[in-house]
T-cell receptor, first 112, second 113 residues
Framework: AQSVSQHNHHVILSEAASLELGCNYS??????LFWYVQYPGQHLQLLLK??????LVKGIKGFEAEFIKSKFSFNLRKPSVQWSDTAEYFC??????????FGAGTILRVKS | DTGVSQNPRHKITKRGQNVTFRCDPI?????LYWYRQTLGQGPEFLTY????????KSRLLSDRFSAERPKGSFSTLEIQRTEQGDSAMYLC???????????FGQGTRLTVV
């Protein structure tokens, strides 16, 4: 079974700083990868997903992620964060039956 | 609004009591999933249904846990003889036929005291 590791559990940034959150999954082959965000008190929402094609995926709210097959990685980036990006971010890989295997999450706090 | 609603939002129960949670997806969501999320961890898969058929159960789902989805619409997750280790957020997610995006409910936070 797949496993997903997220490199940082807590990240604190100032507004306008650039963001990169690391995500690695455990083994290769065809993978479907996701980033979800959970704002305080809200449900998990899909930020972006990768199935195939262009390894640079653009999502909502200015987020993007790059799939690097050789590194088993799917890192999330945003050039300039805003206070409203304060949330918890989860990387996930899809398994058989559309089950999702999640990483432990990264809590992002953006200081205004 | 994801179209997936969960009730109750919060549940506090005494150890040894039984609890039941409910998930209501919109009718087009033929696959329904239950996940559990504990503090500092991402959601972990528990079980899923395609319509009314329960297709897979995780090893995390002990004998005290049971899930149903009668008529392929809403689903319930019951925990019998709750233990403190059952304290967690229980999440429901649903997917349309042919779709790949899972829509999550807001979860039920269970606290066992």
């Amino acid at each position: 079974a797949q496993s997903v590791s997220q490199h940082n559990h807590h990240v604190i940034l100032s507004e306008a700083a650039s963001l990169e959150l690391g995500c690695n999954y455990s083994y290769g082959g065809t993978v479907n990868l996701f980033w979800y965000v959970q704002y305080p008190g809200q449900h998990l929402q899909l930020l972006l997903k990768y199935f195939s094609g262009d390894p640079l995926v653009k999502g909502i709210k200015g987020f993007e992620a790059e799939f690097i097959k050789s590194k088993f990685s799917f890192n999330l980036r945003k050039p300039s964060v805003q206070w409203s990006d304060t949330a918890e971010y989860f990387c996930a890989v899809r398994e058989y039956g559309n089950k999702l295997v999640f990483g432990a999450g990264t809590i992002l706090r953006v200081k205004s | 609004d994801t179209g997936v609603s969960q009730n109750p939002r919060h549940k506090i129960t005494k150890r040894g009591q039984n609890v039941t949670f409910r998930c209501d997806p919109i009718s087009e969501h033929n696959r329904l999933y239950w996940y559990r999320q504990t503090l500092g961890q991402g959601p972990e898969f528990l079980t899923y249904f395609q319509n009314e058929a329960q297709l897979e159960k995780s090893r995390l789902l002990s004998d005290r846990f049971s899930a149903e989805r009668p008529k392929g619409s809403f689903s319930t997750l019951e925990i019998q003889r709750t233990e403190q280790g059952d304290s967690a957020m229980y999440l429901c997610a649903a997917i349309n036929q042919g779709n790949t995006e899972a829509f999550f409910g807001q979860g039920t936070r269970l606290t066992v005291v």
